[in-house]
């Protein structure tokens, strides 16, 4: 499959991410070798197959739904770039 | 004696006939990194005044009795993707550059109760993806064996201050064999548990279904003593199994007679080093002289676990670095006018270009219209890989393979195309699609002096299997005895 200019850009901005052109050009060409190598995985004889999700037994793990006090509250908001009363602080989101 | 130059068990052995202090340990190691360090370059943070003044503290305890126990004092040295309360993790990441961890990961738990003491914060590629360590945002690590080359990746950090004796041990985290090969490229021993034995809490995530901690230590009963430390089910990791509590020591016997021992011919194949599968025909030998029963097989699933791998941990990767976004934690772009913009610009400015390029890959699988053509093929296929693995361990006790296709190769080689070396991780990939658990000893050296390593897979829970097959192969060659590194220039 050939991935264009625009389904590139297209997938960043799905990704958060905003590329510089001398980026495109070198990311285009990196996940089209990428995705050409990735093709192998049709040719795998995986017709009767279910989908593995994970590594271990696909089972629920039910617990307790408890409250669990974090202690240390300084601590988890010291690494946010901005915080005011206890909150993380954001520009303004509605209008 | 020189004191870094023996292994933990060693060293614990010392201790306990008052041949040696802690603090004297600590001194040791404290020289070594002063003085090796600036060329090997392994640590991203190191705290020796810390380290030094716990040692002290810790051996006092000691000799007062408030503290006992086999490790009292030991040192180690832990992959920056590991929380450390209080610490500094930043995951080789300009993004993480400043993050500070509120908790302390399971296993650091664990190694804290027995008075472990931590040298310090250990190198590797930003935030676990690539294969040589040059994907570090703050260094780029030398192999101890030979300055020029990489020491392997992602925990090359790990690996390179093991080998170097900077650490007497080290964690490492393992997604798609990134304790196995640069265990191998630095000729020290490197483990990666079954998903689920070790706990996940508290090591940041990749992706989630593939990645485990284990240990790089410099021999295997060492890899087994720490394996003891870190096993265990976990509440925090729903992930984590519930299994019977084993001594990995006790499981070393020096004994594989009669064991069944499969090798896949595809692993030594086309892509496969000529003196890599030299040193591995020879270490065959080795176990048949042992008394192991050996039998070549057909796996082909390699190259198709490869690429069923990078659709999968990338698609994961995706999601799991969604959390960075500057707003909870890491870096924020100095400059914004809107909340989307302020997403954009800092994972932009703040996320390298190996992980960028693959979250785009695991957005692009993951996307409308590819879906079922990648990620869900790759599901499939991961059922198919597992489904082989299956059938191959009701023959064969063990599965030998190499651990890279190639010993260490230059700084900058194969920094220019991702895929090259995506290719370094052929042999190691598929145990982590599989869930299985696998373990790299050094066997022999190429024609330049580096080390091949060899690995040994085993099924699901069998560490003691492969530990004990390991064990008996390193009794044998005695790699240790025969090679150092040279820290060529």
Redesign the interface.
Known sequence: ?K?SKEE?LH??N??????KDE?IDN?LL??Q???N??????????ED????????EAKN?F?KDEIKI?E?NE??L?????VEQNM?K????IN | MNIIDLTVHELQEKLKNNEVTITEIMDAYINRINEKEPEVEAFITTYLEEAKAKARDVEDKVKSGEITGDFAGIPIGIKDNICMKGTKTTCASKMLENFVAPYDASVIEKLKDENLISLGKLNMDEFAMGSSTENSYFKKTKNPWDLNKVPGGSSGGSAAAVAANLVPWALGSDTGGSIRQPASLCGVVGLKPTYGLVSRYGLVAFASSLDQIGPITKDVKDSAILLNLIAGKDEKDTTSEEVPKKDYVKALKNDVKGMKIGVPKEFFGEGINKEVKEQLEKAIQTYKELGAEIEEFSLDIAQYALATYYIIACAEASSNLGRFDGIRYGYRTPEYTNLKDIYKKSRSEGLGDEVKRRIILGTYVLSSGYYDAYYKKAQKVRTLVSNEFSKAFEKYDIILTPTAPTTAFKIGEKSSNPLEMYLADICTVSVNIAGLPGISIPCGVDNEGMPVGLQLIGNKFKEETILNAAYAFEQKVKFREMYKPEFKK
Not at chain 1, 14 to 19: T, V
Not at chain 1, 49 to 56: F, Q, S, Y
Request: aromatic share 8%; proline share 4%; no cysteine.
């Open positions: 499959m991935v590139l997938i960043a799905l990704a958060q991410l905003k590329l980026e990311y990196n996940l070798d990428i995705l190598f990735a093709n192998i995985v049709n040719n795998a004889p995986v197959l279910d989908i593995t999700i994970g590594a271990n793990r617990r974090f240390d601590a988890l010291a690494n946010s770039a901005e993380f954001l520009p303004k989101v």
